[in-house]
């Protein structure tokens, strides 16, 4: 099987390309894609972003049976094309399928009948039906469309890509089959559901995932409202009660997906999804939040203050929709001065880990990486993650 990956050098795609070149030497794949940059580190075998496992896969792998190109001419060659590319939101959070429509009349001359395209990406709802429309009404060919959402927690992909069930969907038998012989090559735990249904599937995940972490969060700020320790609180009713298992701790939700899918929902529901409009409240008013609440204890318009980790989560080096860098926007009226330090994300303005704990007067835990729990330091550290915890509050 022939199969490109397109857009295939993110997050979502690197991981699945090399997951699925590496489980079967009778796979071609090809990863298409723009940035010549990352595609050139793709072949010298490393990873261009953090995934856990995933570079000792694709050392063995590069230019065996997994290849990369910027050239569009591979697509005629391919019997399945993986579009990983996803559909964003406005600047008023209402889709924007006008980027899915650009590419697909780029793709367009390089497609032949009867090839089968898996969209991989989350889908605002009735995405795949338009799709499948514009081959089959507007251009003419027969292309064979499946949705089979991608499920799994970037870090993770070298296990989830594996170990979480695959949920597949198509406008017709051959693309059904298709993708459950693409996806089954991963796992025999395959889930069969109409187009809309899977674009809805990956949205309630996403969207339930927001409003759990909401919940905590909107918890943790009733507790600090009235001078309680949240955690203790959080002990007391997770310890031993299998009933809270799923009630995570507080801390800055965010990321490329999880907002933006929990508003993708509520435009779907013609903006009658308030229990996602009241999460998204909640999560983005948490770094206002916090520096209301130090600036009752602190005079901070004369302290510099530190922000420890700017990725959206620990151990990531993605800082796409960080909290944290709402945070230093924050800090940056309220303080007097804001440093910034993380130990993946590359950006020019962050200072190194030493600079900034010498030169903060307080610091705030942004993202919870583990080296942080190693630091030892005599200044204020604010951290609603409960991560460092011998440095306490």
């Known amino acids: 099987m022939n199969i490109t990956v ?5 997050h979502v795609g690197l991981p699945l390309s090399i997951a699925l070149a590496d489980v079967s030497e009778k796979i071609r794949l090809t990863i298409l894609d723009i940035n010549q940059e990352v595609l050139d580190k793709i072949n010298q075998g490393t990873m261009p972003f953090l995934e856990k496992g995933a570079e000792e896969k ?12 910027v050239n569009s001419n591979v697509l005629t060659q391919s019997d399945v094309i993986i579009i990983v590319i996803g559909t964003p939101v406005d600047e008023h959070l209402n889709p924007l399928f006008s980027v899915f429509n650009k590419l697909l009349e780029q793709l367009l001359p390089y497609l032949k009948s009867d090839q089968t395209i898996i969209l991989r990406s989350t889908l605002y709802p009735g995405t795949s039906q338009k799709v499948f429309n514009l081959f ?26 594996y170990s979480l069930p695959q949920i597949i969907s198509g406008f017709s038998e051959k693309a059904l089959t298709i993708a459950k012989e693409v996806f089954g090559l991963l796992t025999n735990d395959i889930i069969e559901l109409s187009p809309m249904e899977a674009e809805l599937a990956k949205l309630f995940t996403n969207s339930w995932r927001y409003i759990q972490f909401a919940t905590a969060n909107q ?10 320790d949240f955690y203790k609180i959080y002990h007391a009713v ?11 701790k507080a801390g800055f939700s965010a990321g490329p997906c999880l907002f933006k899918d929990t508003m993708q929902l509520s435009a779907f529901s013609n903006n009658q999804f308030f229990l996602g409009h009241s999460a998204m409240l909640i999560n983005e008013g948490l770094p206002y939040f916090v520096v209301q609440q130090i600036k009752k204890r602190y005079d901070i318009s004369k302290m510099t203050v530190g922000i420890l980790g700017m990725s959206f989560k ?8 960080s909290l944290s860098y709402k945070l230093k926007k924050i800090l940056e009226i309220e303080a007097g001065n804001v440093i910034c330090t993380d130990e993946y994300v590359f950006d020019t303005q962050l200072k190194p880990l030493e600079e900034v704990l010498m030169n ?3 610091l705030i835990l942004g993202a919870p990486h583990k080296k942080y729990r190693e630091i030892s330091t005599n200044k204020i550290v604010i951290d609603i993650w409960k991560w460092m915890d011998s440095l306490g509050c």
């Open 58 to 69: 694709l050392k063995n792998i590069i230019n065996r049976n997994l290849f990369t190109s």
């Open 314 to 321: 620990g151990e990531s080096d993605d800082n796409r929709s």
């Open 136 to 161: 089959h009404e507007k251009y003419k060919i027969n292309i064979h469309v499946a949705y089979c959402p991608e499920r799994i927690a970037e870090g993770k992909a070298m296990e989830e890509l």
């Open 360 to 362: 903060s007067d307080l």
């Open 219 to 228: 918890f943790y700020m009733l507790a600090e409202e009235k001078g309680l």
């Open 6 to 10: 397109v857009g295939g050098a993110g």
């Open 238 to 248: 997770t310890h031993n009660y299998p009933r809270a298992n799923g009630f995570p």
